[in-house]
């Protein structure tokens, strides 16, 4: 170790010298400390922010299924609706056929008896 190797504020001993290193070496321990007890805080935080990441994921899911059962149950019964009309609308466009039909045989028997009659 050369001259320029020594703290500039020392005398130059060995003492001196190894005293300064050590309180540098304190001094770092310290900061070592306080940067691992600021990333502890930041994991937990980060934990914390996770778990509440997924609450919050579990219940819009649990929301979103809700959601789509109501919107399921409200199809099917529209969907029974109108099987309903639909069924209404098949039965009267069935029975205009069929009531032309009697009408005219009825006719065609009420002119059959005027004029065989």
């Known amino acids: ?24 070496l304190n001094r770092h321990d310290e900061e070592f400390k306080t940067l691992f007890a600021l990333l502890g805080k930041q994991r937990a935080d980060l934990e ?9 994921l ?25 099987k309903m009309k639909a069924g209404v609308w098949g039965l009267l466009g069935a029975l ?8 005219t045989a009825a006719l065609a028997a009420a002119i059959k008896l005027k004029v065989g009659g």
């Open 48 to 56: 914390s922010l996770n778990i509440v990441g997924k609450d919050k």
């Open 1 to 24: 170790m050369g001259d320029n190797d020594k703290p500039a504020t020392q005398g130059g001993s060995w003492p001196e010298w190894a005293r300064h290193v050590l309180l540098e």
């Open 58 to 82: 579990r219940k819009d899911i649990a929301e979103l299924r809700n959601n789509f059962n109501t919107l399921n149950v409200e199809m099917a019964k529209e969907l029974t609706t109108l």
């Open 96 to 103: 205009i056929p069929l009531l032309i039909a009697l009408a």
